[in-house]
T-cell receptor, first 114, second 109 residues
Framework: GAVVSQHPSRVICKSGTSVKIECRSL??????MFWYRQFPKQSLMLMATSNEGSKATYEQGVEKDKFLINHASLTLSTLTVTSAHPEDSSFYIC??????????FGPGTRLTVL | GQNIDQPTEMTATEGAIVQINCTYQ??????LFWYQQHAGEAPTFLSY????GLEEKGRFSSFLSRSKGYSYLLLKELQMKDSASYLCAVLHNDYKLSFGAGTTVTVRA
């Protein structure tokens, strides 16, 4: 149990385009979903917290207009990187929390902006 | 704020034991997680400690001392597949996780 999927696993896009990443909890309802970013050889940095039916809360320094988060249902959250630039290239990982404290992570999405 | 420290790298021999320490200074502490992360992959859950003491789960054990702000992950009977990064993460009262920088463990034959 506690499987989280992410799509796509890899994406390459041109600078200035927007990219949408989906995060789904497959076998449980996620009360909260989290979005992280991880640069090479660094740890995970929390970007935002997403609760179903409400606006996401962003960590300090994360631009909410650039990283749009929609938590449409208890099993789906999306992250849209708008007007992507090369500095946005990173490994984006979502996690989902059900009733307990444990966060289960998706497999990650590697974004490369040319 | 929070400060989570763990060693950057550790090397051990196949079949040996390795202990990864994690110290933390944080507000709103609710528990401590250990995750394993292979290169290019997402973290996978290993253990969760809320109360003081040792939690044993097969070859992996995790210990927590809340009063000392200290935890360790113990890996026994090391296998080559255990070569990975091990992340210490503090759970806050708002259910957010703060991660340490990770410890890269290399298992040698």
């Amino acid at each position: 149990g506690a499987v989280v999927s992410q799509h796509p696993s890899r994406v390459i896009c041109k600078s200035g385009t927007s990219v949408k990443i989906e995060c789904r909890s497959l076998d449980f309802q996620a009360t909260t979903m989290f979005w992280y970013r991880q640069f090479p050889k660094q740890s995970l940095m929390l970007m935002a917290t997403s609760n179903e039916g409400s606006k996401a809360t962003y960590e300090q320094g994360v631009e909410k207009d650039k990283f749009l988060i929609n938590h449409a249902s208890l099993t789906l959250s999306t992250l849209t990187v708008t007007s992507a630039h090369p500095e946005d290239s990173s490994f984006y990982i979502c996690s989902a929390r059900g009733r307990g404290d444990t966060q289960y992570f998706g497999p990650g999405t590697r974004l490369t902006v040319l | 704020g929070q400060n989570i420290d763990q060693p950057t790298e550790m090397t051990a021999t196949e079949g040996a034991i390795v202990q990864i320490n994690c110290t933390y200074q944080t507000s709103g502490f609710n528990g401590l997680f250990w995750y394993q992360q292979h290169a290019g992959e997402a973290p996978t859950f290993l253990s969760y400690n809320v109360l003081d003491g040792l939690e044993e789960k097969g070859r992996f054990s995790s210990f927590l001392s809340r009063s000392k702000g200290y935890s360790y992950l113990l890996l026994k009977e090391l296998q080559m597949k255990d070569s990975a990064s091990y992340l210490c993460a503090v759970l806050h009262n708002d259910y957010k996780l703060s991660f340490g920088a990770g410890t890269t463990v290399t298992v040698r034959a």
